[in-house]
């Protein structure tokens, strides 16, 4: 039986990383070690993250101005270490309340000390819309504002196209979609990512962050683990690297430009997203809510609107070999995620058994 993995993290890997990863888990022909026992001061591993790096800002087309470091700790860590490099006394952070990821990082930054200001939440219609800028908005009051380009349990994107148009500094979670569409580096001040979803397996974490704002920063009371220029002054490595996380991103990010860069995996994601979400919008039995200007094109949320029926055909789909289609715990219904390395099989499977369920139904 054929199966599809729709988890939303860690999410489905390239079958050619699988492949190669397996071959050198082993034995390594660099130093005949395993990948994972190599150290991270070894010449081999600093080769392999000077590469990943020459990639990413090829990929992104990330200028010079801007730093590239890998760390530890997940996207959740970036919720502390963002404010406790750049949010000042004097001023404050400001927050548009999208969904579970922005909630968690204004709660991190409150737990800090950090003064937070929620500008807009769509939290009153379960975050099944995007919130907006207020017109009123002082840029020059807050350090930055924090946004979540794609908010993975609610299936909404601020695309490029609908980005917040603040004249401030701009700081992205980037986490659920980066490498799925194109985004203009330049239009923020900092963005990271959990590795987990389209750069590769969980324990790696990239930030992008222009350096003209790390140097205007005198931080006090910022433990070292916490302080990004220490980070990018080691090269990654000032403390023990996610070794084998590092490494098989890099191998994601070979895959990635083999396969035509992020232009191709944008091309690729429309089309897997917009075959689903058509099925969907035409079917009397399923619903997507979110609007089409902000849908997600990886994680497409949808349900029956009977949680209890969702559940028994997600069941269903597990037995069928679609695996992971639940939608989060605090949404309920069915989340597909469409990462980059999900296949258009894997649509037409789904769609083909969606459409089964509802015959039977």
């Known amino acids: 039986m054929k199966t599809y993995n729709f988890s939303a993290g860690p999410g489905v890997l390239p079958q050619e990383v699988i492949t190669q990863i397996k071959q050198e888990f082993e034995k390594n022909e660099f130093n005949q070690m395993s990948i994972v026992e190599i150290s991270h001061r070894s010449k081999q591993f600093q080769t392999i993250v000077a590469d990943a790096e020459k990639k990413l800002r090829t990929l992104m087309q990330i200028p010079d101005e801007y730093a590239v470091v890998f760390l530890q700790g997940g996207g959740s860590t970036q919720f502390e270490m963002i404010p406790l490099n750049f949010a000042t006394d004097h001023r404050h952070i400001a927050l548009l309340d999208s969904g579970n990821f922005a909630a968690k990082a204004a709660e991190a930054a409150n737990a800090l000390g950090r003064k937070v200001t929620v500008l807009s939440s769509t939290k009153n219609q379960h975050y099944q819309s995007l919130p907006l800028e207020p017109q009123a908005f002082d840029s020059n009051a807050y350090d930055y504002l924090h946004i979540v380009t794609n908010n993975t349990i609610e299936g909404t994107t601020f695309h490029q196209s609908n980005l917040p148009k603040t004249n401030g500094r701009l700081v992205a979670d980037m986490s659920s979609n980066i490498l799925a569409e194109p985004y203009d580096v330049t239009d923020f001040d900092a963005i990271f990512a959990g590795g987990q979803k ?40 000032y403390n023990t690297s996610p070794v084998f996380a590092i490494y098989a991103l890099n191998l994601v990010l070979d895959w990635v430009i083999q396969q035509g860069g992020v232009t191709e995996m944008y091309r690729r994601n429309l089309e897997k997203s917009q075959r689903l979400y058509t099925y969907l919008d035409q079917s009397d039995f399923y619903s997507a809510p979110v609007a089409q200007s902000e849908r997600s094109l990886t994680n497409i949320v949808f349900t029956t609107g009977d949680l209890k029926r969702d559940e028994a055909i997600a069941k269903r789909a597990t037995e069928a070999g679609l695996f992971n289609l639940n939608g989060h715990r605090s949404v309920g219904g069915f989340r597909a995620s469409l990462y980059n390395a999900q296949s258009i099989a894997a649509v037409d499977a789904l769609i083909t058994f969606l459409k089964k369920a509802e015959q039977e139904a």
């Open 198 to 237: 389209n750069l590769g397996p969980a324990g790696v974490t990239v930030a992008i962050i222009k350096k003209s704002w790390l140097a205007e920063q005198n931080l006090t009371g910022v433990g070292p683990m916490m302080r990004y220029q220490n980070h990018i002054d080691k090269q990654s490595m």
